[in-house]
């Protein structure tokens, strides 16, 4: 069918245009009308965003979902005006010709980012709007806001939550700060401690603002999922009040008990109310699981044969129970230890929290000298030679005693190295409770270590 026929029925056609056949839009919504194309490519060159679009650009490649939007040139036959697209136009423009860029400092990003990242191709995909007028009614869907569902519907916290639990994509996906919340959420939906209208009352953000200061008092041991070490009604418990509390009762007289506006002396104090109240998780002697996945596993028997304290952690007087014994000859860890088995938690907490941290430390350290695996470096790359090095001898770990070690390593449990040093650098304190949970989640792993050097 012959082009000029078919524009009187075909509003729009996908073409492939050659790179050097494309213009700047002289009238843009993004800035004032402008005819010369530099002060238009200076102008979008200038914005760190299309910096950042061009770095995605050189690593992905140009969006499938989305091509650009072009109207046929009015002076210039066989090319073309983008309607849709000036910003993605610049970015590519200034990928192909880096001295294009508007300032010496854009102009080295560019540079950098054209050498190892994708070529521009010569052609790329459009649509072809034949009449101006078409092209305007598409653009108002995506870029005037949703328009009662016409428009594009941003994602809110819930469902860019959602979307984050498939996997990273890169620039495009920050880390989620609601990951953890959002799995609390569908949790408590599941196991029948609150019901799905409840959970649309409360807020994702009211309860990642609170979870910093109430994690462990909730007995969650990271900071992405259920992972905890609390019996599981213990555990529901705490989580329904902590649920509860953050709930809008959906009227203006009666607000909620936890408020996205509170400040971290007010959020701290709430935890403090969980534990006064006995809401907070006391029994922290399950091997560390996620509810949301399975159920809490029996305790694994420990490898030195050593048993269990009569009295129960959470009534402990002291930090470390007198059942724990040191099976090698190093005196530092010994006067440790004994110290650990006269100080009480709840008395002494910046120290048994110091304590925990020491004698950790001190058994990694231990270990990897006397299999010279290298005791230098950082504490996270000790533990995975740790654990390589263990896996390959003859009474190598349990799964769970390389799950506690894998998380002393990261940056997320209550009981790793790098939260304990917190307090150290002026970080808030463990309380005598969380004191106790950290060690009874360590002991095994310790134990191990330290029956492998006998």
Same mark, same amino acid.
């Given at each position: 069918m012959d082009r000029k026929k078919s524009k009187t029925i075909v509003e729009h056609e996908d073409i492939d245009v050659q790179f050097n056949k494309l213009h700047f839009d002289p009238v843009n919504p993004r800035g004032e009308p402008e005819t010369d194309e530099e002060k238009i490519r200076a102008l979008f060159g200038a914005q760190s965003e299309t910096l950042m679009l061009a770095t995605h650009i050189a690593e992905n490649?140009?969006?499938p979902l989305e091509r650009i939007g072009i109207i046929e040139h009015p002076k210039l036959p066989g090319h073309y005006v983008i309607r849709e697209g000036n910003r993605r136009l610049c970015a590519?423009?200034?990928?192909?010709?880096?001295e294009r860029a508007p $300032?010496?400092? $854009?102009?080295?990003?560019?540079?950098?980012?054209?050498?190892?990242?994708?070529?521009?191709?010569?052609? !790329?995909?459009?649509?072809?709007?034949h009449e101006k007028q078409k092209a305007r009614v598409w653009m108002s869907v995506k870029?005037?806001?949703?328009?009662?569902?016409?428009?594009?519907?941003?994602?809110?916290p819930s469902e860019k939550t959602r979307f984050n639990r498939e996997g990273d994509t890169g620039l495009t996906r920050p880390k989620n700060p609601n990951r953890q919340a959002e799995a609390l959420l569908t949790y408590a939906v599941k196991e029948g401690l609150i019901t799905a209208e409840e959970r649309q009352l409360i807020a994702l953000t009211?309860?990642?603002?609170?979870?910093?200061?109430?994690?462990?008092?909730?007995?969650?041991?990271n900071t992405e999922d259920c992972t905890t070490n609390a019996r599981p009604?213990?555990?529901?418990?705490?989580l329904k009040r902590f649920l509860k509390d953050a709930k809008d009762s959906g009227t203006s007289q009666e607000k909620p008990a936890l408020s996205s506006r509170s400040n971290s002396a007010q959020r701290t104090e709430y935890a403090e109310t969980l534990r006064r109240e006995g809401v907070a998780p006391t029994h922290r002697d399950q091997t560390p699981y996620d509810p949301a996945q399975s159920p809490p596993a029996k305790p694994a028997t420990r490898s030195t044969g050593t048993a269990r304290s009569a009295t129960h952690p959470s009534k402990r007087k002291q930090l470390i129970p007198n059942s724990f014994a040191v099976p090698v000859k190093d005196n530092v860890l010994l006067r440790l230890v004994s110290e650990g088995k006269g100080l009480n938690p709840d008395d002494a907490r910046f120290s048994c929290n110091y304590l925990n941290r020491v004698i950790l430390e001190r058994i990694v350290h231990l270990y990897?000298?006397?299999?010279?695996?290298?005791?230098?470096?950082?504490?996270? $790359?000790?533990?995975?030679? !740790?654990?390589?090095?263990a896996k390959a001898t003859t009474q190598p770990p349990s799964k769970g005693i390389v799950n506690v070690l894998n998380k002393t390593a990261d940056k997320r449990t209550s009981y790793s190295y790098e939260i304990m040093s917190n307090p150290i650098h002026g970080g808030s304190v463990p309380t005598g409770a969380d004191n106790r949970a950290n060690w009874e989640s360590l002991q095994q792993a310790l134990e191990y270590l330290l029956s492998s050097m006998k």
């Open positions: 490649g140009q969006n590519m423009q200034l990928l192909r010709d880096p $300032s010496d400092a $854009s102009r080295k990003a560019f540079q950098k980012l054209a050498s190892s990242g994708r070529q521009i191709p010569d052609k !790329i995909q459009a649509v072809l709007f870029h005037e806001g949703p328009q009662g569902g016409l428009g594009t519907l941003q994602w809110g009211t309860l990642t603002r609170y979870l910093p200061n109430v994690r462990t008092a909730l007995a969650l041991l009604d213990e555990f529901n418990a705490a990897a000298t006397k299999y010279g695996i290298g005791k230098d470096g950082d504490f996270a $790359s000790v533990v995975q030679r !740790i654990i390589a090095h």
